[in-house]
C-alpha cells in the first residue's frame, strides 16, 4: 500500500531539465561524452539520448527542457543507479583521456521507448551471451510479457491494458542502462536489476494510471495464465521470474476471493511429506522450485496435460517446522489449477449455474489420488509425499476447507 504522503511527494517533485550538448534535434544517439555536470564530485558520462527515453526511464523525473526537444545528453548516475548528487562511481566514472570502445549495437538498441519486445533479443542478448543462465529465462519471461500487450492485448480490460504497457515499459526501462558502451555488465548483474525492477514495475509503473493492484480475479487470471504457458517446456528455475509477479499480486490485490471462477479455476493447499530430500532447511526459491515439479506431477497422475490444463504451484511458509504423525518433515504448497480454454473465453464470468464437467473430473481425480495416498511424487531432488489437500477460500490461503487427508506414508519393502 502506497501511502497518501508518498503519493504527494511524486505530484510535487519538480522535473529536473537535463541541459546537454548533442543537437536538440538530430542527436545523434550513438554520442557519448565525458563531462562535469552539478551536484556530483567528478566529470561522469554523458549519452545523448531521446526526450521520451529519458522521461521514462526516470518515470517523469527528468525531461530534456521543454517539448521541442527531442535529444540531449543524459549523466549515467542518473540512468544507472537514479541518484541526482553523489560521488560518482564505476562505471560512470571518466576523465579526458577515457576512450569507450565502438558498439556495435543498433541504434535502435540505445534509446528504446520500451515497446519493442525484440529488444531482449536483438539488443540485450546481443552484447551480453546469457545461454543457457538464468538469466536467459528472465529475458524470456520479460519477452512474453512484453508480448502480452503486443499479441494478447484483446484479453484484457482497459484498465489491465493500460497497466500491461506502463509495466513492460518499466521492466525494458531497468535493464537498458546494460547496453551503453562504458558500462561492462555481466548476466548475474542484469538478472538482479531485472529482480530489482519488478515489484516498483508491478505496483508503481510511470506514469501510474493502473497498479496490478487493482486487477481484477479476471484480468489477473487472463495475465497469469498466459504468462505461463510460454513456461511449458522450461526448467523450474525460469519460474522465479512468474513466481515474483504472483507473489506482489499476493501481497497487494484488493481482489481476494480464490474461488469465484471455480468452474474453470481452483487453488489448494497441499501438505507434503519430505520424504528424502537434500536438503535440511528449505528456502523459498527451493520450496517453490519443488512445489512447480509436483504440480507437474500431479497433472500427468491426474492424466491432464499442462498443453490443455494450467498447472502451478509455489511454497507457502510455515511459522514453524512441521512434521507428519511418522516424523517426516513437511512443506506446505499452493497448487493453483485451470481450464486454459476457459481462461480466455470470452464469456469469462463468475459462474452462475455452470458446471464444467471435464474440469470437475480431473479435481476430483485429484482428490481420489490424494485420499488413496497415491501422490507419492519421485523428482530428481527428492521424494514428495502429498499428505493432506485443502480447498482455498481466498487468494493467499488463508482459510481452507473441506479437507482430504491421505494414509500415513509407510516405505514399501
Same mark, same amino acid.
Not at 487472463?222 to 512468474?242: D, E, G, H, M, V
Not at 501422490?375 to 514428495?384: A, E, P, S, V
Given at each position: 500500500m502506497i501511502s497518501t504522503e508518498y503519493i504527494f511527494l511524486i505530484l510535487v517533485y519538480a522535473p529536473i531539465y537535463v541541459n546537454g550538448i548533442c543537437n536538440s534535434q538530430i542527436g545523434p544517439l550513438r554520442t557519448t561524452e565525458c563531462s562535469l555536470v552539478n551536484n556530483f564530485n567528478t566529470k561522469q558520462w554523458h549519452s545523448c539520448l531521446t526526450n521520451i527515453y529519458i522521461q521514462q526511464q526516470s518515470q517523469g523525473r527528468h525531461r530534456c527542457g521543454d517539448e521541442t526537444v527531442r535529444y540531449c545528453n543524459y549523466p549515467c548516475m542518473h540512468e544507472v543507479y537514479y541518484l541526482e548528487a553523489n560521488l560518482v562511481i564505476d562505471p560512470c566514472t571518466c576523465n579526458d583521456s577515457s576512450v569507450l570502445p565502438a558498439s556495435a549495437l543498433p541504434t535502435e538498441c540505445l534509446s528504446p521507448d520500451g515497446s519493442d519486445c525484440d529488444w531482449y533479443k536483438n539488443c540485450l542478448e546481443r552484447k551480453y551471451s546469457c545461454q543457457g543462465t538464468p538469466t536467459e529465462h528472465m529475458a524470456t519471461y520479460a519477452k512474453t510479457f512484453c508480448e502480452l500487450h503486443t499479441q494478447h492485448n484483446e484479453l484484457f480490460s482497459d484498465r489491465a491494458q493500460r497497466w500491461i504497457d506502463d509495466a513492460r515499459k518499466c521492466l525494458q526501462m531497468a535493464l537498458v542502462p546494460f547496453v551503453r558502451p562504458f558500462n561492462n555488465g555481466n548476466c548475474q548483474k542484469i538478472? %538482479?536489476?531485472?529482480?530489482?525492477?519488478? @515489484?516498483? /514495475? &508491478?505496483?508503481?509503473?510511470?506514469p501510474e494510471v493502473a497498479s496490478i493492484c487493482h486487477m481484477t480475479r479476471r484480468d489477473w #487470471?487472463? +495475465?497469469?495464465?498466459? #504468462? @505461463?504457458? =510460454?513456461? +511449458?517446456?522450461?526448467?523450474?528455475?525460469?519460474?522465479? $521470474?512468474? *513466481? !515474483?509477479?504472483?507473489?506482489?499480486? !499476493?501481497? /497487494?490485490?484488493?481482489?481476494?476471493?480464490? !474461488?469465484?471462477?471455480g468452474h474453470i479455476f481452483k487453488e489448494f493447499k497441499l501438505t507434503i511429506d519430505l520424504i528424502d530430500t537434500p536438503w535440511d532447511n528449505l528456502n523459498k526459491d527451493q520450496s517453490d522450485q519443488i512445489a512447480v515439479r509436483i504440480a507437474h506431477q500431479i497433472a500427468r497422475i491426474a492424466l491432464a496435460p499442462p498443453q490443455r490444463w494450467g498447472w502451478y504451484a509455489y511454497g507457502i511458509p510455515l511459522t514453524s517446522m512441521q512434521h507428519s504423525p511418522t516424523g517426516y518433515k513437511q512443506m506446505a504448497i499452493e497448487l493453483l489449477v485451470a481450464d486454459l480454454p476457459g481462461i480466455v473465453n470470452e464469456t469469462l464470468v463468475p459462474p452462475v449455474n455452470i458446471t464444467n464437467v471435464e474440469? !470437475?473430473?480431473? +479435481?476430483?481425480?485429484? %482428490?481420489? =489420488?490424494?485420499? @488413496?495416498?497415491?501422490?507419492?511424487? *519421485? +523428482?530428481?531432488?527428492?521424494?514428495? &509425499?502429498? $499428505?493432506?489437500?485443502?480447498? /482455498? #477460500?481466498? =487468494? @493467499? /490461503?488463508? =482459510?481452507?476447507? %473441506?479437507?482430504?487427508s491421505a494414509p500415513p506414508y509407510a516405505p514399501k519393502n
Open positions: 538478472r %538482479e536489476r531485472a529482480f530489482d525492477s519488478y @515489484k516498483p /514495475c &508491478y505496483i508503481r509503473p510511470y #487470471l487472463r +495475465i497469469f495464465w498466459t #504468462l @505461463k504457458t =510460454a513456461f +511449458i517446456a522450461s526448467a523450474p528455475i525460469a519460474y522465479s $521470474s512468474l *513466481q !515474483n509477479v504472483v507473489d506482489t499480486f !499476493n501481497e /497487494c490485490s484488493m481482489d481476494t476471493e480464490a !474461488n469465484d471462477f474440469f !470437475n473430473e480431473i +479435481i476430483m481425480r485429484i %482428490e481420489n =489420488a490424494v485420499i @488413496k495416498g497415491n501422490l507419492l511424487i *519421485q +523428482i530428481d531432488n527428492g521424494t514428495y &509425499y502429498v $499428505s493432506q489437500m485443502t480447498y /482455498c #477460500l481466498d =487468494a @493467499k /490461503c488463508y =482459510a481452507t476447507t %473441506e479437507n482430504y
